[in-house]
């Protein structure tokens, strides 16, 4: 008798393991679509990727409200990623060119700043504990809403977000301090030209550096070759530092193998602290001498071409960089086949002597070198959070395997009813681009008519729209912006 329901015991819990793997299956991983001008925030173990321009059509682009992270706790293959997709709960209108870093009072918080939806509120911030993202209230003078702007978030929780455009293209720094929730105003005295699209890093002396980009927003590039064909990008023989604790600004001269002028690259902190590495962009000739990297020598501001090793991605421009371990982590942008390349990269950067493309992610095994600030409350909610998780898994195992038969059934159905939801869900997000395909790649069945909606529908830019002139070679021009005023 014992050993009857043994057996029955046995055969029910097998049962709701097949269920479970079953359900698990049904949840197919999510693709996003292949943006540029989105933003990447490394918070606790993950990276999360907001929103974007996407080229719905050769002649346009429009942006996206997708909201993803990649969870990078664990080893993977960029081959296949697996993002979890947040988008049924992102509140911020769908935008291209804003920026983004962690801060906050418990240091966790994503900020949000800028970008290119009129609708916008200037700041949003979300918090990945509860899951919730909202517009704050900030105290302080009024700030306008600008974009294509790198912020930088200081040592101290102040979010530095210099330059930009509103559409006239600035120089002023303006301040957030994430932590007061105040907004204060740097100084202008010898600060850069106005510009946007510039590389911008936190230095371990509590300054940033500037570095390139742009002023005329009229310049033209081949997004196949990411060569700037019409206009010109600022020049890289001078970099400008900005001093957070005394507000004040310098500028070096720059020497060695200086890149041509660019903007549009992604630039990261090495990890000695001692060098920035730049990636990508678009360019003046002569372009990438022999790869996409080029490495600033923080001691002596000579800038050199690193030994590197692995398969070299070609160059991408509008995508993001975060510095996650010992990896520079690129995210997407423009100037690469989705066929043939990951959306993300991975640079190994650990050491100097040689930087290596990989494909694949190991998070370090020593805790210590994530570990140098004091645990804070947030590290304990994450804890006990976690804690809970695991009473509720051993309870929740209990439970089923007394509740088995029942329980089994009602989740299954549960589980179909919400899988239904969440393609629901994902339609209404994504219903009106459901004509193009998600690579991003020209649609040939779109209509014209489908073609001229796009553009009319377009980023409505302050007002500008986003006009796109083809190129004999299928390529496109981003830069232009037609008033429509
Ligand atoms: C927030 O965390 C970063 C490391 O991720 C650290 O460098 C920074 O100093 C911290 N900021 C504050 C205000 O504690
Ligand atoms: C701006 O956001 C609103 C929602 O607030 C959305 O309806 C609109 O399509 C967005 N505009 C663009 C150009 O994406």
């Given at each position: 008798?014992?050993?009857?329901?043994?057996?029955?015991?046995?055969?029910?819990?097998?049962?709701?393991?097949?269920?479970?793997?079953?359900?698990?299956?049904?949840?197919?991983?999510?693709?996003?679509?292949?943006?540029?001008?989105?933003?990447?925030?490394?918070?606790?173990?993950?990276?999360?990727?907001?929103?974007?321009?996407?080229?719905?059509?050769?002649?346009?682009?429009?942006?996206?409200?997708?909201?993803?992270?990649?969870?990078?706790?664990?080893?993977?293959?960029?081959?296949?990623?697996?993002?979890?997709?947040?988008?049924?709960?992102?509140?911020?209108?769908?935008?291209?060119?804003?920026?983004?870093?962690?801060?906050?009072?418990?240091?966790?918080?994503?900020?949000?700043?800028?970008?290119?939806?009129?609708?916008?509120?200037?700041?949003?911030?979300?918090?990945?504990?509860?899951?919730?993202?909202?517009?704050?209230?900030?105290?302080?003078?009024?700030?306008?809403?600008k974009s294509s702007l790198?912020?930088?978030?200081?040592?101290?929780?102040?979010?530095?977000?210099?330059?930009g455009r509103t559409p006239i293209i600035l120089?002023?720094?303006?301040?957030?301090?994430?932590?007061?929730?105040?907004?204060?105003?740097?100084?202008?005295?010898?600060?850069?030209?106005?510009?946007i699209?510039?590389?911008?890093?936190?230095?371990?002396?509590?300054?940033?550096?500037?570095?390139?980009?742009?002023?005329?927003v009229?310049?033209?590039?081949?997004?196949?070759?990411?060569?700037?064909?019409?206009?010109?990008?600022?020049?890289?023989?001078?970099?400008?530092?900005?001093?957070?604790?005394?507000?004040?600004?310098?500028?070096?001269?720059?020497?060695?193998?200086?890149?041509?002028?660019?903007?549009?690259?992604?630039?990261?902190?090495?990890?000695?602290?001692?060098?920035?590495?730049?990636?990508?962009?678009?360019?003046?000739?002569?372009?990438?001498?022999?790869?996409?990297?080029?490495?600033?020598?923080?001691?002596?501001?000579?800038?050199?071409?690193?030994?590197?090793?692995?398969?070299?991605?070609?160059?991408?421009?509008?995508?993001?960089?975060?510095?996650?371990?010992?990896?520079?982590?690129?995210?997407?942008?423009?100037?690469?086949?989705?066929?043939?390349?990951?959306?993300?990269?991975?640079?190994?950067?650990?050491?100097?002597?040689?930087?290596?493309?990989?494909?694949?992610?190991?998070?370090?095994?020593?805790?210590?070198?994530?570990?140098?600030?004091?645990?804070?409350?947030?590290?304990?909610?994450?804890?006990?959070?976690?804690?809970?998780?695991?009473?509720?898994?051993?309870?929740?195992?209990?439970?089923?395997?007394?509740?088995?038969?029942?329980?089994?059934?009602?989740?299954?159905?549960?589980?179909?009813?919400?899988?239904?939801?969440?393609?629901?869900?994902?339609?209404?997000?994504?219903?009106?681009?459901?004509?193009?395909?998600?690579?991003?790649?020209?649609?040939?069945?779109?209509?014209?008519?489908?073609?001229?909606?796009?553009?009319?529908?377009?980023?409505?830019?302050?007002?500008?729209?986003?006009?796109?002139?083809?190129?004999?070679?299928?390529?496109?021009?981003?830069?232009?912006?037609?008033?429509?005023?």
């Amino acid at each position: 008798m014992l050993k009857n329901s043994l057996v029955n015991f046995t055969l029910l819990w097998l049962l709701l393991q097949v269920v479970l793997v079953e359900v698990n299956c049904q949840m197919t991983p999510f693709k996003p679509s292949a943006l540029n001008c989105h933003t990447a925030t490394f918070i606790d173990n993950k990276l999360y990727i907001l929103s974007g321009l996407i080229k719905p059509s050769p002649k346009s682009y429009k942006s996206v409200k997708e909201f993803f992270y990649l969870d990078v706790s664990v080893p993977f293959n960029t081959r296949e990623l697996s993002w979890q997709d947040l988008s049924n709960i992102n509140m911020v209108p769908p935008h291209g060119l804003a920026t983004s870093a962690k801060g906050g009072v418990n240091n966790d918080t994503l900020f949000l700043y800028g970008g290119s939806n009129q609708t916008m509120e200037s700041v949003y911030t979300f918090d990945p504990h509860h899951m919730i993202w909202n517009p704050p209230k900030i105290t302080g003078i009024s700030t306008i809403r600008k974009s294509s702007l790198t912020g930088v978030m200081g040592y101290n929780g102040k979010f530095y977000l210099w330059g930009g455009r509103t559409p006239i293209i600035l120089n002023d720094m303006l301040i957030l301090d994430t932590i007061s929730l105040n907004w204060e105003k740097g100084s202008l005295v010898n600060a850069p030209t106005p510009r946007i699209f510039y590389g911008a890093t936190l230095l371990p002396n509590d300054k940033i550096i500037y570095i390139g980009g742009l002023d005329d927003v009229t310049t033209e590039f081949d997004d196949d070759t990411l060569n700037i064909d019409k206009g010109i990008a600022l020049s890289l023989n001078e970099v400008y530092l900005y001093d957070m604790i005394n507000d004040n600004w310098d500028v070096k001269i720059t020497t060695g193998k200086i890149p041509s002028n660019r903007c549009g690259f992604s630039s990261v902190l090495g990890l000695d602290g001692q060098r920035v590495i730049i990636y990508g962009g678009v360019f003046n000739n002569p372009g990438y001498l022999d790869t996409t990297l080029y490495v600033l020598d923080l001691t002596n501001y000579n800038w050199y071409i690193p030994k590197i090793s692995g398969i070299i991605p070609k160059p991408r421009v509008f995508h993001q960089a975060n510095v996650i371990e010992k990896y520079m982590v690129i995210s997407f942008g423009i100037g690469y086949d989705r066929t043939v390349e990951s959306d993300i990269l991975l640079l190994d950067i650990s050491n100097n002597e040689e930087y290596v493309w990989t494909t694949s992610f190991d998070p370090s095994p020593s805790p210590s070198s994530t570990s140098h600030s004091l645990p804070t409350s947030s590290q304990t909610s994450n804890n006990s959070s976690d804690n809970s998780k695991m009473v509720g898994a051993i309870v929740g195992s209990l439970l089923s395997g007394i509740f088995l038969s029942v329980g089994g059934f009602f989740l299954y159905k549960w589980n179909k009813k919400r899988q239904s939801q969440n393609n629901i869900n994902n339609y209404n997000n994504y219903g009106q681009e459901k004509a193009v395909p998600a690579d991003g790649s020209k649609n040939e069945n779109m209509t014209n008519h489908e073609v001229v909606s796009a553009i009319v529908n377009n980023d409505n830019y302050y007002g500008q729209e986003v006009i796109i002139t083809p190129t004999n070679n299928d390529g496109f021009k981003f830069f232009k912006f037609l008033n429509k005023k």
